[in-house]
């Protein structure tokens, strides 16, 4: 049985004090997930916050990115996997659609992120996604496939065992227009296959998230749903009460 994994993207949103606030809310009901993996994934200069608050909790904690540089050195506004281990994260979420529309990352740079994330004892959530365009050219697969193969092909056969796939279509993020459970579960039934088809085993352990305006009203179909082991979730993450409520629907 593979645990469900519910990560709050935060995105460029939060404060001192507004962090506190969320974060402290979620941990007074942290007793009721006990059997879903939580992770909240503030901006960087949060995680120092985000450990002195998380520790002890059942809850964890990551980053939004990571540089595609293995060492520390000279590049400015880079933040490298040791200094997101010196801050105690688990995950870091690599190859977001705002990372590869407005930043170009290319498929290879996602898949290099989420290697060295790998080597470094970090849990990458690896984003892949169509635009609008593109599923209604009916190129869905084929995308979702190009970037996901190039994760394959970055990766060690034992690596893979610790990849977090999230399909998020991009038109439905932030836009309150979720993907159909259909359509999202064909998506993840073949991205599992994919996986299959270089490591069953892996295949079968790996967490697949759905993002893409995930909200109390849509939860529990879209977390009931086979191939759907949890959510990424971006707006709804910044309002405690909506945050738990997704959460219990993945429990
Ligand atoms: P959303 O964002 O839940 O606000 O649509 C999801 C994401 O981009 O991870």
């Known amino acids: 049985m593979r645990k469900k994994l519910v990560a709050g993207n935060w995105k460029m949103n939060g404060s001192l004090t ?6 402290n809310s979620l941990t007074r009901q942290q007793s009721r997930f006990k059997t879903v993996q939580v992770a909240l994934i503030p901006p960087f200069p949060y995680l120092f916050q985000a450990q002195q608050l998380l520790t002890s909790t059942n809850l964890s904690w990551g980053a939004q990115d990571i540089s595609t540089e293995p060492q520390v050195g000279a590049f400015t506004g880079e933040v490298s996997a040791s200094m997101l281990l010196d801050f105690a994260c688990q ?49 869905t697969l084929s995308v ?12 060690s056969l034992p690596q893979l065992q610790h990849v977090i796939l999230a399909y998020e279509p991009i038109w439905a993020i932030g836009t309150g227009k979720s993907a159909t459970a259909q359509q999202v579960q064909e998506v993840h039934q073949a991205l599992r ?9 892996a295949a079968q ?26 959510a990424l979730v971006g707006g709804a993450s910044l309002v405690a009460e909506d945050f738990i409520a997704i959460i219990e629907a993945a429990a």
């Open 18 to 23: 507004e962090n506190t606030a969320l974060i």
């Open 91 to 139: 995950y870091v979420i690599v190859g977001h659609s705002e990372r590869r529309q407005r930043h170009h990352e290319t498929d290879q740079e996602v898949a290099t992120k989420a290697k060295i994330a790998i080597e470094n004892g970090l849990k990458p959530i690896i984003c892949v996604g169509e635009s609008l365009v593109e599923r209604e050219k009916g190129e």
């Open 144 to 155: 979702l496939y190009r970037q996901t193969d190039a994760v394959l092909n970055t990766l």
């Open 193 to 201: 296959q994919r996986v299959a088809a270089m490591d069953w085993v």
């Open 205 to 230: 352990g790996l967490n697949i998230l759905y993002g893409g305006s995930v909200k109390p009203a849509n939860a529990l179909e879209l977390m009931s749903l086979p191939d759907v082991d949890g």
